[in-house]
Nanobody, 121 residues
Framework: VQLQASGGGLVQAGGSLRLSCAAS????????ISWFRQAPGKEREFVAA???????YYADSVKGRFTISRDNGKNTLYLQMNTLEPEDTAAYYC????????????????WGQGTLVTVSS
């Protein structure tokens, strides 16, 4: 599975962005999907995930502001980010795996390249 992330950019605090991640190589309707992020000098951290059966998981820091979704027909996953804060500034990575949802980045098999989100105050 190959993943291609897009949609990052510069936005003011309080603004919104939608990240996309297109999958190729196989359909991923039966895979779990996720977004992680990594700020400079920090470890990659869990942001959001969705199981193949439609269960949702969010980090406390983004709950109520971010929404993960998938379009299996387009083989694409999304991350809608609202009410962005400067602390959300990071490179955002999409990931998928066939086994389920994990909070540890090391347990995800396939990764997209990062897309940079910068939130100015």
């Amino acid at each position: 599975v190959q993943l291609q992330a897009s949609g990052g950019g510069l936005v003011q605090a309080g603004g919104s962005l939608r990240l996309s991640c297109a999958a190729s190589g196989r359909t991923f309707g039966d895979y779990a999907i996720s977004w992680f992020r990594q700020a400079p000098g920090k470890e990659r951290e869990f942001v959001a995930a969705m199981s193949a059966r439609g269960s949702y998981y969010y980090a406390d820091s983004v709950k109520g502001r971010f929404t993960i979704s998938r379009d299996n027909g387009k083989n694409t996953l999304y991350l809608q980010m609202n009410t962005l804060e400067p602390e959300d500034t990071a490179a955002y990575y999409c990931a998928t795996n066939p086994r389920g949802v994990y909070y540890q980045a090391a347990r995800w098999d396939y990764w997209g390249q990062g897309t940079l989100v910068t939130v100015s105050s």
